[in-house]
């Protein structure tokens, strides 16, 4: 059975850093890109930043560029999102998800089919 599983969040003040992980149970990482998306009390589900298969391209949200980094290790089937200089607007749930297809639009949920359960990060002092 395919699964995602996230990990790392927690509570961190504004300007710290978090590294979360998503590991896939059941299923060989390296055919799936992989994205991160977040969902916000109140907000809808947003993407953040999405990897290729082997990552060799990775895409990123505007409001994270140059404070996030997403990077995979196969070999461990996970894929990371460092977040450094957090701010209280990245608070929220953060979801990995993954395709095994093509797609337009990496940032968009509708690409991906196979989702984590979500890990949980806030940013208060």
């Known amino acids: 059975q395919l699964q995602l599983v996230e990990s790392g969040g927690g509570l961190v003040q504004p300007g710290g850093s978090l590294r979360l992980s998503c590991t896939a149970y059941g299923f060989t990482l390296d055919y799936y890109a992989i994205g991160w998306f977040r969902q916000a009390p109140g907000k809808e589900r947003e993407g953040v930043s999405c990897?290729?298969?082997?990552?060799?391209?990775?895409l990123y949200l505007d409001s994270v560029k140059g404070r996030f980094t997403i990077s995979r290790d196969n070999a461990k089937k996970t894929v990371y999102l460092q977040m450094n200089s957090l701010k209280s607007e990245d608070t929220a749930v953060y979801y990995c998800?993954?395709?095994?297809?093509?797609?337009?639009?990496?940032?968009?949920?509708?690409?991906?089919?196979?989702w984590g359960q979500g890990t949980r990060v806030t940013v208060s002092s």
């Open positions: 998800a993954a395709t095994s297809g093509s797609t337009m639009n990496p940032l968009e949920e509708y690409e991906y089919d196979n």
């Open positions: 990897i290729s298969h082997h990552g060799d391209s990775t």
